[in-house]
Each structure stands twice: as structure tokens, then as C-alpha cells.
């Protein structure tokens, strides 16, 4: 995570292209469920256009969440 121009900017990368970029928060989704495997982050790759899904660990949801990554928590 980085500070751009008074916006907080994630470092990502994409596992189709290779592309290594910055995401602003609105660039990203996280979604929240109520297991590891059901919790992850997504976005779409600046590059090529591929949808990316990763999980998302403690620390990364706290990293998205703390830099207002829009989020949807499921039951």
C-alpha cells in the first residue's frame, strides 16, 4: 500500500499477463465470508482485462478495509 497524490494505492499484480501496476481503493472489491476460502479480493487487470480473484488473509482484508476498498460480507 502507497500514498498517490492523497489516495492510498495498492501494489498488485496479474497472474495472466504478469503485469505488475498500482490499484487505487476503487479498483478493488473484497469480499468477506466466514471461511479463508471464502474471503478474497478481486479486481480487473489494467493490462489485459483478465478478472483476478486472490484470497485475502487477516492482514490483507485489515490493508484493504483500512484503505476503504469497498466491501461485501456474506453469512
Same mark, same amino acid.
Given at each position: 500500500m502507497s500514498l498517490m497524490s492523497? /489516495?492510498?494505492a495498492f501494489k498488485?499484480?496479474?497472474p495472466d499477463c504478469r503485469g505488475r501496476f498500482e490499484l487505487e %481503493? %476503487? %479498483?478493488l472489491r473484497l469480499a468477506i465470508g466466514g471461511s479463508r476460502r471464502t474471503t478474497f479480493y478481486s479486481f @480487473?487487470? =489494467?493490462?489485459c482485462g483478465a478478472a483476478v480473484?486472490? =484470497?485475502a488473509?487477516?492482514?490483507i482484508v485489515?490493508?484493504? @478495509?483500512?484503505?476503504g476498498? /469497498? @466491501?461485501l460480507r456474506s453469512v
Open positions: 492523497g /489516495s492510498v498488485a499484480a496479474c %481503493a %476503487a %479498483a @480487473t487487470c =489494467p493490462e480473484r486472490k =484470497p488473509g487477516e492482514r485489515e490493508l484493504l @478495509t483500512g484503505g476498498v /469497498s @466491501t
